[in-house]
Every structure is written in structure tokens, then in C-alpha cells.
């Protein structure tokens, strides 16, 4: 089994920033494609960030410029910088990742049980 487990400062005000860090545990072989989601209170889960095992990056439009999504493979950890924090950008954030098992080498999808971050103006 593999768990992700999201850690990083939750409040912080308008303009500032902050880092999110997701560790992976578990039986892994390997990493593929890692991301970061969000939700915001009544709205659904959305993409911010994700990298792939070949540091491709893709970002949302409306965090783009404010984001740099990276990752420690050594250390099964990964990280999202985030600047310029809007009140607007206040949700529970998770990370996701596609991880090879080492037993069975299959790749299954997982998922943290997110971490609420809180932008005051």
C-alpha cells in the first residue's frame, strides 16, 4: 500500500507565500505523473499544478506565474511553491500521484487527505 501525506503552513495573508510539501510511503517503485488539486467550499476539485517523472510541468490558467510545482525523487517527496495569494485561492489542497507498487507493479492512483490553506485579506 502507498500513502501521500500533505504538510505546509495553512494561514497566510494576501500577497504572501507559502510551500506545500506530499511525501509518498509505502511499497513504491516508482513515480509517474504527480499533482496538485484543490477545493474550494462548494465548488468542485480542481487541477493547479502537476509534474511529470520527466519534469514536464503544467499549471492553471488562474494560478499560472504563481506556482512552481517540483519534486525530490530520492526523497518521494513533492512541492508547490505558491506566491501572490489571493483570498480567492483559499481551499483544501491535495496531492495525487500515479505510483508504481513494487509488489505487484501496478500502478495505482492515490490521493492525500488534503490540507486546508486559508489566504486572509
Known amino acids: 500500500q502507498v500513502q501521500l501525506v500533505e504538510s505546509g503552513v495553512g494561514l497566510v495573508q494576501a500577497g504572501g507565500s507559502l510551500r506545500l510539501s506530499c511525501t509518498a510511503s509505502?511499497?513504491?517503485?516508482?513515480?509517474?505523473?504527480i499533482a496538485w488539486y484543490r477545493q474550494a467550499p462548494g465548488k468542485q476539485r480542481e487541477l493547479v499544478a502537476s509534474?511529470?517523472?520527466?519534469?514536464?510541468?503544467n499549471y492553471a490558467e488562474s494560478m499560472k506565474g504563481r506556482l512552481t510545482i517540483s519534486r525530490d525523487n530520492a526523497k518521494n517527496t513533492m512541492y508547490l511553491q505558491m506566491n501572490g495569494l489571493k483570498p480567492e485561492d483559499t481551499a483544501v489542497y491535495y496531492c495525487n500521484a500515479n505510483i508504481l507498487s513494487s509488489g505487484d507493479k501496478i500502478y495505482y492512483n492515490s490521493w492525500g487527505r488534503g490540507t486546508q490553506v486559508t489566504v486572509s485579506s
Open positions: 509505502g511499497s513504491i517503485f516508482s513515480i509517474a505523473t
Open positions: 509534474i511529470t517523472c520527466d519534469s514536464i510541468t
